[in-house]
T-cell receptor, first 114, second 113 residues
Framework: DSGVTQTPKHLITATGQRVTLRCSPRSGDLSVYWYQQSLDQGLQFLIQYYNGEERAKGNILERFSAQQFPDLHSELNLSSLELGDSALYFC?????????????FGSGTQLSVL | GESVGLHLPTLSVQEGDNSIINCAYSNSASDYFIWYKQESGKGPQFIIDIRSNMDKRQGQRVTVLLNKTVKHLSLQIAATQPGDSAVYFCAENMASGTYKYIFGTGTRLKVLA
């Protein structure tokens, strides 16, 4: 168990809908990362937060947004969902969010858009 | 069920043999590397890391080799066990620029009994 908690584990929804994925980092970790993993793809970096502030942005679509709250949990909001958004979404955390830190991953949320 | 990389390169190894998984990284400025293991239905799990000032690092049953000249990493698993069956990813990071990690596409390791 990595200590990173993600909910829900599975989410099934329809095109055009909006969903929210939730992540609680490991105790003591200040930085949270969101990754998307599709079939035949590696982990694609979406966005990183550190202590409530956005630190780095990757290939995140404009339809997607995220935030990190004062209690350090994070939410990833996906809106106007399309079939191609079906994927595994992982949250990871690290202590200070600086390079050369290990990332600890949650078990992921499997999103299916029908 | 399988949820990761249906068409990943696959390495099949007999139980008890040594496994070598390779990774070509993309950025010559990357100076920190991690190997992750991902079992079906789970998130990636940290295995071992190495900084660019090292060529080799050993852990428990695992060794990572770094060849900066050709931008190549390898993960060696000694005495491979059925529990080692998983997808293995390398990840690279740079000290400067963005903080994001770049992950390779992964290799599926199948351990044959």
């Amino acid at each position: 168990d990595s200590g990173v908690t993600q909910t829900p584990k599975h989410l099934i929804t329809a095109t055009g809908q909006r969903v929210t994925l939730r992540c609680s980092p490991r105790s003591g970790d200040l930085s949270v990362y969101w990754y998307q993993q599709s079939l035949d793809q590696g982990l694609q970096f979406l966005i990183q937060y550190y202590n409530g502030e956005e630190r780095a942005k990757g290939n995140i679509l404009e339809r997607f947004s995220a935030q990190q709250f004062p209690d350090l949990h994070s939410e990833l909001n996906l809106s106007s969902l399309e079939l191609g958004d079906s994927a595994l979404y992982f949250c990871a955390s690290s202590e200070t969010g600086t390079p050369k830190e290990k990332l600890f991953f949650g078990s992921g949320t499997q999103l299916s858009v029908l | 069920g399988e949820s990761v990389g249906l068409h990943l390169p696959t390495l099949s190894v007999q139980e008890g043999d040594n496994s070598i998984i390779n990774c070509a990284y993309s950025n010559s400025a990357s100076d920190y590397f991690i190997w992750y293991k991902q079992e079906s239905g789970k998130g990636p799990q940290f295995i071992i890391d190495i900084r660019s000032n090292m060529d080799k690092r050993q852990g428990q049953r695992v060794t990572v080799l770094l060849n900066k000249t050709v931008k190549h990493l390898s993960l060696q698993i000694a005495a491979t066990q059925p529990g080692d069956s998983a997808v293995y990813f390398c990840a690279e990071n740079m000290a400067s620029g963005t903080y994001k990690y770049i992950f390779g596409t992964g290799t599926r390791l199948k351990v044959l009994a």
